[in-house]
């Protein structure tokens, strides 16, 4: 189901989403983006440069994050800007439970062209993970 440019309204809230975060996604998405820093894998080598652990790909969490607004207009090619500042990074502990991004998201205005912006804010842990995250959407 499309949402229309003319249903929505500037604080309209989008569901929000948690994303878990596992060592095991750390490492496929390291296959799939080829980034495999090793930061992003090696608990040991993290620590050593300063890290509380093992950290997620900063693209990862920016991705996870969109996810909320996609799911909410239902076509990711509808997004037609996007654009995070990476403000703290996301621990994922080797517990076998990983860590949590939380994501919530909202209209904060209409633009002309039947577009939105929406404004996210995805912590993990109760902190702020993405700064300045918004994206402009193009609504039917």
């Known amino acids: 189901m499309a949402i229309?440019?003319?249903?929505?309204?500037?604080?309209?809230?989008?569901?929000?989403?948690?994303?878990?975060?596992?060592?095991?996604?750390?490492?496929?998405?390291?296959?799939?983006?080829?980034?495999?820093n090793p930061i992003h894998w090696n608990e040991k080598f993290a620590l050593e440069v300063g890290l509380p652990d093992v950290i997620a790909h900063g693209m990862f969490t920016m991705a996870e994050a969109i996810r909320v607004v996609t799911d909410w207009v239902g076509d990711p090619a509808a997004v037609v800007e996007y654009g995070v500042r990476f403000t703290r990074p996301v621990p994922v502990p080797n517990d076998g439970v990983g860590a949590v991004v939380e994501v919530t998201a909202k209209?904060?205005?209409?633009?002309?062209?039947?577009?939105?912006?929406?404004?996210?804010?995805?912590?993990?842990?109760?902190?702020?993970?993405?700064?300045?995250?918004?994206?402009?959407?193009?609504?039917?």
């Open 4 to 36: 229309s440019y003319d249903e929505v309204e500037a604080g309209t809230e989008l569901p929000a989403q948690s994303f878990p975060v596992t060592r095991d996604a750390l490492v496929r998405y390291a296959g799939a983006s080829g980034d495999f």
């Open 107 to 140: 209209v904060a205005k209409k633009l002309d062209g039947g577009r939105v912006q929406v404004d996210l804010l995805a912590t993990t842990g109760g902190l702020k993970v993405l700064g300045m995250a918004r994206a402009v959407v193009r609504l039917g």
